[in-house]
């Protein structure tokens, strides 16, 4: 029989309401690796971002910035950066519009402003304060996503003129800037294609809407107690919610861990 593997989204999925770790999260995951199970987090954030939750579960497989930069046990499997010349555009034309712009790579990220309010309050509203600044960082720095801020009336031209990237608004103030195509569910196809793992084997967990095409993709998609009902409605199977031990209860019924 080959080996399993488990991918976890993060907010509402392995951490709660309060961005915290329930302690039963952390055993089942211990469980899981010890039961020869491979645990990977998938995520649309950028890999700096969720350091602490990888740290906290001893995981070091991910799929982020929704399937751009996957890692395999510390290895890079695959990256797909948005296109430079575009970025460089983006940025021209963002800054000729008065619309200030945060850079990401794998590592860290840079804005192209200082001392932006719409930057202080939306990063501020996920606990991140304002990035320092380098307005050229994307010359020399693979971007694999970037934040734009302006009101969703403003966000209109770019889209227009951005046929190749997504823009997802987050905040009143802010929208994602992604590659057009980019999934969770690529993220994993490409992983377990690599790995050689059967799709059977492969259980995902989430509670966002955007979890519902992995979801969808995997063997086993597993909504939480507290998703969305769409998201319920995907899923093979609905766990508790993350605060009622929900991990934990799924991996049980699953007979993942003991």
Known sequence: MGR?????????????????????????????????????????????????????????????????????????????????????????????????????????????????????????????????????????????????????AEEEPYVRNYPEFRFVRWHDVSTDVLPAGGSKAEGIRLMIEKLGIDKGDVYAFGDGLNDIEMLSFVGTGVAMGNAHEEVKRVADFVTKPVSEEGIWHGLKQLQLIP
């Open 4 to 152: 399993k593997i488990v991918f976890f989204d993060i907010d509402g999925t392995l951490l709660d309401e309060q961005k915290q770790l329930p302690p039963s999260t952390v055993e089942a995951v211990r469980q899981l690796k010890q039961a020869g199970v491979y645990v990977a987090i998938a995520t649309g954030r950028a890999p700096f971002m969720f350091a602490d939750v990888r740290r906290q579960l001893g995981i070091d497989s991910f799929v982020s910035f929704n399937g751009q930069y996957v890692v395999f046990e510390g290895t890079v499997l695959h990256k797909r950066p948005l296109r430079r010349e575009k970025v460089r555009t983006l940025a021209e034309d963002a800054h000729r519009n008065g619309h200030p712009l945060v850079f990401m790579d794998a590592e860290e990220m840079r804005a192209s402003v200082g001392d932006h309010p719409y930057i202080h309050v939306s990063m501020g509203s996920l606990k991140f304060s304002h990035p320092p600044v380098d307005p050229l960082y994307y010359e020399n720095n693979d971007i694999y996503q970037a934040l734009l801020f302006c009101r969703a």
